[in-house]
């Protein structure tokens, strides 16, 4: 089952602008969020929800719920991208199982239409909404809800990370006139930067020296 999607979800996007589709994957609860960012990197929320099926349900008719909601979401929003966590090996086996095939569900998805797939880590994406790769999930929540201006926090914290995953990618490179996806950028760009961007910018750079 998935829950509501937020009020206003199916109206047109206003003007020029990015609109991502952003998927925290995972079999139990698998967060979906678009948003739509401007050419002055002024974020909106176009949708949010979450995909939810149950341990003890086949594990064909979990992916195929999943599979279902994403051809929905993905029909009904048309986002020009789609971003979705990367998975990470040191998670315990039947987690990391879990997620990598809900995230193949989603690829497959997006990949049917021509709808480019970018895969972002959990610290980058920790350190493009709040400035620090190490945040924990009500510090990215909260900088959700700010950053898109909503009068209640996105719940469960699936769903935020969902949203914080199509902000991160639209910040990194693909919005107009942001920075590239390598995360470089000109002084001129470097000046146009919101401060929650310069942040993670510097963030990024000091995990990068510490790898």
Known sequence: MSTPEAPGARTA???AGLRVLGVDPGLTRCGIGVVDVAADRR????????????ADEPLDARL????QAIDEWLDRHEPEVVAVERVFSQLNVSTVMGVAQASGVVIAAAARRGIPVALHTPSEVKAAVTGSGRADKDAVTRMVTKILRLETAPRPADAADALALALAHAWRGSAPGSPSAAGRTTAMQATALTAAQRLWQEAEAKARRGR
């Open 43 to 54: 974020a909106t929320l176009v949708a949010v929800g979450v995909v939810g099926t149950k």
């Open 13 to 15: 996007r206003p003007g």
């Open 64 to 67: 195929l719920a999943i599979a």
